[in-house]
């Protein structure tokens, strides 16, 4: 009998380690936590030594017209975002990212962003699954479709790089609406 108690604590262990988001894990270069597997940008915010998210985004001012059209047209796209929060580049995007995300009004609920290590691994296998080769980056997707990716670094601004994407999408849908009633 208590056996079998241990094996139903011990399973139920084994049941809530599977069932983790992330983890947090120690950065064998530097020694400090890294995030690894799906994440929030609430979990980054918690971490002490992440004191550059909340500077980066403080310090960044995004172009307004940007943000005004971005506004208008995100609604029907989300982000799927890979971030290394040991990562250079990712310490200067994603804090602008974040910035741009909430002067747009855009729902953080459209944003699934995952924790890679120093090998540019998830948790599991979404760093394969979305080809995953450098960090930061942003995929814009439309419904189950890709339609650009911001990697690393930007053109002009994340605004400006964001809206591009998104403007061209739009436009190209509307083309194929056009296009599909015209023959209807």
């Known amino acids: 009998?208590?056996?079998?108690?241990?094996?139903l604590i011990l399973l139920s262990f084994v049941q809530m380690a599977t069932a983790q988001d992330y983890v947090r894990e120690m950065?064998?270069?530097?020694?400090k936590p890294i995030l690894r597997g799906?994440?929030?940008?609430?979990?980054?915010?918690?971490?002490?030594?992440?004191?550059?998210?909340?500077k980066g985004a403080d310090e960044y001012e995004p172009n307004s017209l940007a943000i005004k059209d971005l506004r208008a047209l995100w609604?029907?796209?989300?982000?799927?975002?890979?971030?290394?929060?040991?990562?250079?580049d990712t310490r200067v995007l994603l804090p602008k990212f974040y910035k741009v995300l909430n002067m747009s009004d855009i729902d953080l609920h459209a944003v699934?962003?995952?924790?890679?290590?120093?090998?540019?691994?998830?948790?599991?296998?979404?760093?394969?699954?979305?080809?995953?080769?450098?960090?930061?980056?942003i995929i814009v997707m439309h419904q189950?479709?890709?339609?650009?990716?911001?990697?690393?670094?930007?053109n002009v601004s994340i605004e400006e790089d964001m809206l591009?994407?998104?403007e061209k999408d739009a436009k190209e849908l509307?083309?194929?609406?056009?296009?599909?009633?015209?023959?209807?």
Not at 1 to 7: N, R, S
Not at 38 to 54: A, G, L, M, R
Not at 114 to 131: A, C, I, M, P, Q
Not at 174 to 184: G, L, Q
């Open 75 to 88: 609604s029907p796209y989300r982000f799927v975002v890979f971030a290394g929060t040991w990562c250079e």
């Open 112 to 137: 699934e962003m995952y924790g890679v290590d120093r090998n540019k691994e998830t948790l599991n296998l979404e760093h394969v699954f979305y080809n995953i080769k450098r960090v930061p980056t």
């Open 38 to 54: 799906k994440i929030t940008f609430q979990q980054i915010e918690k971490e002490t030594v992440n004191s550059w998210f909340h």
């Open 174 to 184: 509307e083309r194929i609406r056009a296009a599909s009633k015209v023959n209807n």
């Open 1 to 7: 009998m208590k056996q079998l108690f241990l094996a």
């Open 144 to 154: 189950k479709r890709e339609v650009g990716r911001i990697v690393e670094n930007v």
């Open 27 to 31: 950065d064998r270069k530097t020694g």
């Open 164 to 166: 591009r994407i998104i």
